[in-house]
């Protein structure tokens, strides 16, 4: 059964400074992952798919890598705002017609 | 604007009470969820569809039920409502090969 767990749960930092969250996954047999943001009473909201040919994504400030066979994906945001601060998720599929699984989530903090 | 609308926004339902929530895309999207998030927690699944006429059972199936007679439309029904199924519930679709992953904004119900 896959499983996904996202370190750390909370994370506060001053604005400005570049920062990762960790994704992990306990079955490496993925089709794609995703990264969501979700604020405050809001919905999730796409942020980067990767395929599971894939090693990378990027757009614009965010950068997310796959790493298949130890089962991790990180997601880089460089020069946080805080704007930025909201709670970060990501997800695996199995196979394009299977469910996704989502991780807890990290919530982030960006301190003017 | 194209995405997923749910209504209502907010309910408060009485123990006992049954209800429908409304969701309706307009992406033309195969597969369709129907997602718990509890405060704090993350995201449950409580039933899927993968095209109209079919739909299949979540991680949190018991109290609800669904149908999909159509692309557009994934109504969530909730029989007999408990105090437990207080929460707030959000639909998504997306299409068949992954992408395009898009949430609604959420119902935000209270069962007293």
């Known amino acids: 059964k896959q499983e996904v767990t996202q370190i750390p749960a909370a994370l506060s930092v001053p604005e400005g400074e570049n920062l990762v969250l960790n994704c992990s996954f306990t079955?490496?047999?993925?089709?794609?992952l995703q990264w969501f943001r979700q604020d405050p009473g809001k919905g999730l909201t796409s942020l980067l798919l990767?395929?599971?040919?894939?090693r990378e994504q990027t757009s614009g400030r965010l950068n997310a890598s796959l790493d298949k066979s130890s089962g991790r994906s990180t997601l880089y945001i460089a020069a946080s705002q805080p704007g930025d601060s909201a709670t970060y998720l990501c997800?695996?599929?199995?196979?394009?017609?299977?469910?996704?699984?989502f991780g807890p989530g990290t919530s982030l903090s960006v301190i003017p | 604007n194209a995405g997923v609308t749910q209504t209502p926004k907010f309910r408060i339902l009485k123990i006992g009470q049954s209800m429908t929530l409304q969701c309706t895309q307009d992406?033309?999207?195969?597969?369709m969820y129907w997602y718990r998030q509890d405060p704090g927690m993350g995201l449950k699944l409580i039933y899927y569809?993968?095209?109209?006429?079919?739909?299949d059972k979540g991680e949190v199936p018991n109290g609800y039920n669904v149908s999909r007679s159509t692309t557009e439309d994934f109504p969530l029904r909730l029989e007999l409502a408990a105090p437990s199924q207080t929460s707030v519930y959000f639909c998504?679709?997306?299409?068949?090969?992954?992408?395009?992953?898009?949430f609604g904004s959420g119902t935000r119900l209270t069962v007293v």
């Open positions: 998504a679709s997306r299409r068949v090969d992954g992408y395009g992953y898009t």
């Open positions: 079955d490496s047999a993925i089709y794609n």
């Open positions: 990767i395929q599971s040919s894939q």
């Open positions: 997800a695996v599929m199995r196979t394009s017609y299977d469910k996704v699984i």
């Open positions: 992406m033309n999207h195969n597969y």
């Open positions: 569809s993968v095209g109209a006429g079919i739909t």
